[in-house]
């Protein structure tokens, strides 16, 4: 008697079936998400006419030498050192608050334009003049400003440094 057929495997494809299959597949996952592939197409095109990807390609294709540049490099004192201070730097520019220094950064601006105007002036400014010029509202409120920032530069900052 005949034994029952217990496991039923089904054929397999061949080659040019799977191919098939497979780019149906791709042709599917391309009309889906078209706009992303559209959009990656237009990226890797601005990469490659600003040159960059030939210099992406050069990087990878010897990605060894490469390595091994940038680390003789880094470990160089002075480039140690810069690595440091620029971490450094971006930690103080984290405690910055930019809401209060934007008003003094629009007074600065305002100031340079002004020197722009007439960087080298021809007239001279004599004792009397600064006296006069003291009591001018701008010139006074430039001053106590000034002042202020001083008296801050001045303060004591142990506690609250870093390294």
Do not use: C, W
Not at 3 to 30: C, F, G, H
Not at 97 to 124: S, T, W
Not at 129 to 158: V, W
Request: hydrophobic share 40%; aromatic share 2%.
């Amino acid at each position: 008697m005949a034994r029952p057929i217990r496991d039923i495997e089904p054929a397999p494809l061949s080659a040019e079936t799977q191919r098939q299959k497979d780019l149906e597949e791709v042709e599917q996952a391309l009309a889906d998400n078209k706009e992303a592939v559209l959009g990656a197409i237009d990226l890797m095109n601005n990469l490659h006419k600003n040159g960059i990807t030939r210099i992406a390609n050069g990087l990878v294709s010897e990605g060894d030498k490469v390595l091994e540049i940038i680390v003789q490099e880094i470990s160089k004192d002075e480039n140690t050192n810069a690595l440091r201070n620029m971490l450094l730097m971006v930690g103080v520019l984290g405690t910055i608050d930019m809401r209060k220094i934007e008003p003094l950064l629009l007074k600065l601006n305002n100031g340079i334009e002004r020197v722009a105007e007439d960087p080298d002036p021809d007239e001279k400014t004599g004792y009397f003049d600064l006296a006069k010029k003291l009591k001018d509202p701008q010139i006074n409120r430039s001053l106590t400003i000034l002042m202020r920032f001083l008296e801050g530069m001045g303060q004591e900052t142990k506690d609250q440094e870093r390294n």
